[in-house]
């Protein structure tokens, strides 16, 4: 059994990120809820992964990002958290192509193409994500995703410090769904965009942003809890079985938007938004026959639950 704290100190002479033990990665997160990792690297550059992938021994890994899809366990993870630092935040424009770092935030991706004048990336204005989550899950928003723009992915593997650059045909995307595994970490992705009207860019942003203020509730969420069903939408059936305005401890059925479970915060923990999500699935399988699937990823150990080894979204 790898040792954390050993790890850390081996990684601390290699890397020129940051490393911390014992690190709360609430913080990381937006229900801001969960306990910490055993190790949190903040990685600067490639080779910054590579040594994660050569010195974690049979730690597991799992990838952080702006954590707005992410549920941590109270009782935290055991193994090593991997953030992508500022190093991966930078763009670079040819023509209509539009190169951004992993850790770009997509909302600021949305408001640079506007300036830039290049249309087709107005829908990440309201996935509070990083790009790079978002290139592994496919994060999409009024009937656009990444799929339609994306056309290449550089990828570094934390399981072999291997890094490859893919096409998005080699991604098989579908609906939140990509073929990456659970150790892929995107570094950066090439967007082919159009170019547009700085001024029609910037109000279609502005619009979509009105829509998700009046649709979706502020305040510590993680966005929609589960997919939706094919034909669907698991807002509507969580609603229809009359969950909103459901709590468990400090985490509430929101009763703006049902596939919204908001995070008091003045004392929720990890487990009351894991015990609502178990019930608002069994709820919507009791009233509707249909078994909802979570859209949240789960990092840690949770009550009745195995240790899940993720790969995480932004
Ligand atoms: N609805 C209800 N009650 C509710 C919520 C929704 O009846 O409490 C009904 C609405 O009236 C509408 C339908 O359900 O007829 C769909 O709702 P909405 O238009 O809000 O879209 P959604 O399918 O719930 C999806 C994405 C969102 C994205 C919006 C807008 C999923 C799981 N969710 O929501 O993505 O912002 O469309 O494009 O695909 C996310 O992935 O985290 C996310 C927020």
């Known amino acids: ?31 801001r809820v969960g306990g910490p990792a055993d190790v949190l690297v903040e990685a600067e550059s490639e080779e910054d992964l590579r040594a994660v992938a050569e010195t974690r021994g049979d730690l597991d890994v ?11 366990s109270d009782d935290g993870f055991r193994g090593i958290a991997v953030r992508l630092g500022r190093a991966f935040r930078d763009h670079t424009r040819d023509g209509s192509d539009l190169r951004l770092g992993g850790a770009v935030y997509l909302p600021a991706a949305a408001r640079l193409t506007s300036r830039l004048g290049l249309t ?7 996935i509070p994500a990083t790009f790079g989550g978002a290139v592994r899950m496919n994060a999409g928003a009024h009937e656009r995703c990444i799929a ?38 995107v570094t950066a992705g090439t967007l082919r965009l159009e170019p547009g009207d700085p001024g029609k860019i910037g109000r279609r942003i502005a619009g979509l942003l009105r829509w998700r203020r009046e649709h979706q509730p502020p305040g510590r969420s993680a966005g929609s809890v589960f997919k939706n069903p094919p034909g669907d939408s698991a ?71 195995e240790q899940v080894e993720v790969e995480v979204e932004g």
């Open 148 to 185: 339609d723009v994306l056309r290449t992915a550089r990828v570094v593997d934390l399981a072999t410090g291997d890094a490859r650059d893919v096409g998005v045909d080699e991604l098989a995307y579908g609906y939140r769904h990509s073929s990456l595994g659970p150790h892929d970490v």
């Open 62 to 72: 799992a990838i952080v990002g702006r954590g707005s899809n992410l549920l941590v």
């Open 1 to 31: 059994m790898t040792d954390a704290r050993t790890v850390a100190d081996r990684l601390r002479d290699r890397i020129t990120g940051s490393v911390t033990t014992d690190a709360s990665l609430a913080p990381f997160t937006t229900f």
């Open 120 to 126: 087709g990336f107005e829908f990440a204005a309201e």
């Open 235 to 305: 807002g509507r059936l969580i609603d229809a079985a009359g969950a909103k305005g459901k709590r468990v401890g400090g985490a509430e059925v929101s009763s703006r938007h049902a596939n919204f479970i908001v995070a008091d915060p003045t004392g929720a923990t990890a487990t009351d938004v894991w015990t609502l999500i178990v019930r608002l699935r069994d709820l919507v399988r009791d009233h509707a026959g249909i078994v909802l699937e979570p859209e949240v990823r789960f990092l840690g150990v949770f009550p009745g639950g």
